[in-house]
């Protein structure tokens, strides 16, 4: 999959491109750059030039704490730029970490302006990702100050399979997750005995299954659903003009 085009897919789920759109967003001149797990994508309190795309592999808003440990706010999926804010915030409050290995493409605030400037329609639809981020954060906000253990992971998972279904990476309730359960209880904030005891009652009760490879399998959605409470319209399924 080319650079570009998981940003494409997840755009066009929400309204329709022109070819001019697309071949604009295709031009842009962009640095690749491939992140180790665990290395750090861009670091909280800098001041970036570039906005990433995530094009591989998944990555993580990070917040560290006084103890030393940290809060994972957000997880990101191929399709999402990572710090579009940084256009106007032009600082960082957070880092972001590669929970696998990624791929980024990097564009810089210059030429992504010009594009804005010049194509407001485009802009809008920028305007929609950051506008995303936020209702995805508030969905995850809920789920750790608010739900128990097992419903966080249910919703987790429902949150994943629309998202990387969107981009292709997901399909007849299969996905490839290869988060390990420290970094899951990260997100989740629990620990990591208790994130395989959830798993393992997801998986007692045949609604998902999870191997050690990362390769998940939700089994009956509909229960597990209903086990997290989750509802997607956060997520802006619909393909309207925007």
């Known amino acids: ?8 897919r997840m755009l066009s789920r929400r309204d329709e491109l022109t070819a001019e759109e697309m071949r604009l967003l295709a031009a842009l001149p962009k640095r690749r750059r491939l ?9 909280s309190h800098a001041e970036p030039t570039e906005c990433g795309l995530l094009v591989e592999g998944f990555a993580g808003r990070e917040i560290m704490v006084g103890d030393g440990g940290r809060q994972l706010t957000a997880v990101k999926v191929p399709g999402d730029l990572l710090d579009l804010c940084t256009l106007l915030m ?3 409050d957070h880092a972001v970490v590669a929970l696998t290995s990624c791929v980024v493409s990097f564009i810089s605030h210059r030429e992504l302006l010009l594009v804005i400037e010049g194509c407001p329609h485009l802009g809008r639809l ?3 990702t950051t506008t995303l981020d936020g209702a995805i954060q508030r969905n995850m906000s809920v789920n750790v100050g608010r739900r128990d253990a097992l419903t966080r992971m249910a919703n987790l998972i429902c949150d994943l399979y629309h998202r990387l279904e969107i981009v292709g990476l997901a399909e007849r309730h299969a996905m490839r997750i290869p988060l390990s359960q420290a970094t899951l ?3 989740l904030g629990i ?31 509909n229960r ?14 619909v393909k309207l003009s925007r």
């Open 1 to 8: 999959m080319s650079d570009i085009e998981v940003l494409l």
């Open 35 to 43: 992140f180790a797990r665990g290395e750090t994508i861009i670091p």
């Open 90 to 92: 032009r600082v960082t």
């Open 126 to 128: 920028l305007w929609l």
């Open 185 to 187: 209880g990260d997100l």
């Open 191 to 221: 620990s990591a005995v208790h994130v395989n005891r959830t798993l393992q009652t997801l998986r007692r009760r045949k609604v998902v299954s999870w191997n050690t490879s990362g390769d998940v399998v939700i089994r009956d959605y």
């Open 224 to 237: 597990l659903a209903a086990i997290a409470g989750f509802d997607p319209v956060y997520l802006n399924l």
